[in-house]
């Protein structure tokens, strides 16, 4: 069960935006991320639940900001309900996309699972609701993403594989690269891994 710290800053400017504290694992029926945000001054910022299904898809979603909740599920494409800070209202939404994102690492792994790309392959296209902070305003994005290659590194714990995707926003065109190893984000845009207690999950493959 990996254990351990993301640093987030702002990919524009690296303006600190905080640090993750996480753990994940992969289970019999998919995988599981959970964590805690913190600001730079150290206090509580929020939190990100997200399990996913055998095949990448999301079973369930909740998140924490600024006092609002976001709670969501794969369901008629993805659906929703955010609710405001005072509790008292609360509003649904339904688009016809893939999953989920936002500024978790998490979103990178569970997209990464749900393509399952190969190395050379064309460009996928693919269709998330982003969440963005600090309110969990939701927003709909399209992306392609491509593995580029899959490299074999030693380590004291055998064999890391690294995979490097190249992520393009089809709004903008802006392009940037994601390096994941199993279920966790080595580097990408306005992600740092700063500490790992244990090494990555390998995610089984489907028969």
Same mark, same amino acid.
């Given at each position: ?14 303006? #600190?935006?905080?640090? %993750? ?6 289970? #019999? ?13 150290? $206090? ?9 299904? $055998? ?6 979603? $909740? ?31 339904? =688009? ?8 978790? /690492? *998490? ?6 699972? +749900?393509?399952?790309?190969? #190395? ?9 609701? *982003? ?6 305003? /939701? ?24 995979? %490097?995707?190249? =992520?393009?926003? +089809? ?6 690269? =994601?390096?994941? *190893?199993?279920?966790?984000? +080595?580097?990408?845009?306005?992600? %740092?891994? $700063?500490?790992? %207690?244990? /090494? /990555? ?7």
């Amino acid at each position: 069960m990996p254990r351990g710290r993301y640093s987030l800053h702002d990919p524009h400017d690296h303006t #600190p935006l905080g640090d %993750e504290h996480f753990h994940c694992a992969p289970g #019999p029926s998919g995988w599981r991320y959970v964590s805690q945000l913190t600001s730079p001054s150290g $206090e509580h910022a929020g939190s990100v639940d997200l399990t996913l299904d $055998e095949l990448g898809r999301p079973i369930r979603l $909740e998140l924490n900001a600024a006092s609002w909740q976001v709670r969501g599920a794969a369901l008629d494409g993805v659906t929703w309900v955010r609710t405001d800070p005072t509790g008292t209202h609360a509003t649904e939404g339904n =688009v016809r996309a893939h999953a989920f994102t936002g500024m978790s /690492p *998490a979103f990178l792994v569970a997209t990464s699972r +749900l393509l399952r790309l190969t #190395p050379g392959a064309p460009t996928t296209r693919v269709r998330l609701v *982003a969440f963005t902070d600090p309110v969990l305003a /939701p927003r709909t994005v399209d992306q392609s993403w491509a593995l580029v290659k899959s490299e074999a590194h030693a380590t004291d714990s055998g064999l890391l594989t690294v995979d %490097e995707y190249q =992520v393009s926003a +089809l709004d903008t065109g802006e392009q940037h690269t =994601v390096h994941i *190893a199993g279920d966790v984000v +080595l580097a990408a845009p306005g992600i %740092e891994l $700063e500490d790992l %207690e244990t /090494p /990555p999950s390998s995610f089984p493959e489907l028969s």
